[in-house]
């Protein structure tokens, strides 16, 4: 292997150890609690390491979805049209319960979500997260006013069906209880979507 190879898979190593360490002090006394200073010593790495690789608090918590920011763009090039592509995907991670989709009741999946959900530092960045994400469908699906909206109701649609999925398993309701009431929901946002934006379905 390459020493750049290495460098870059010592390198990403260094961000999931940085990353975990500080989501699992943060799941168990709160993100207020905790400081910087602490979750460098639980990783055994130095303050300004950390901000290295993390310029922000958040950055801690939000490198965890930090690999899905592209994945709407990525998917909607796949075909055979952006969203067909999209409703596909989706369904798909409700048949694998992606947490994605909301629809997953591991403790931890849950206890990450509550985390992220209920730190309004962590929703403001969330919000950001989403606009690039929003941005970067809109290039994919050609740029210009049309696919800014198009991105805004697409990206819109998946947050609201997963935030929905996430509540009800939030509150206790069985994975397989919910899935058949996500899976038509799914299908009945996405034939809207596809029936307001027909350029791209």
Known sequence: MSEMGLRERKKQRMYEVVSETAIRLFLEKGFDAVSVAEVAA???VSKPTLFRYFPTKEDLVL??????????ARVAA???????????HFLD????????????????????????????????R???????????LAQALGGGLEARLA????????RILALDNWRR?????????????????????????????????
């Open 42 to 44: 639980a990783a055994e």
């Open 63 to 72: 490198h965890r979805i930090a690999d899905h920011e592209q994945e709407a």
């Open 78 to 88: 796949q075909g055979p049209t952006p969203i067909a592509a999209l409703r596909r």
């Open 93 to 124: 991670g409700l048949q694998r319960d992606d947490p994605v989709t909301g629809l997953n009741d591991h403790p931890q999946v849950l206890a990450f979500h509550s985390l992220l959900y209920g730190t309004p530092s962590l929703v403001a």
């Open 126 to 136: 969330v919000y950001a997260y989403q606009q690039r994400s929003e941005d970067a």
């Open 151 to 158: 991105a805004g109701q697409i990206v819109a649609v998946q």
């Open 169 to 201: 398993i939030a509150a206790g309701e069985p994975v397989d209880e919910v899935r058949p009431d996500a899976v038509a929901a799914a299908e009945r946002a996405f034939e809207m979507l596809a029936a307001g934006l027909p350029r791209f379905a």
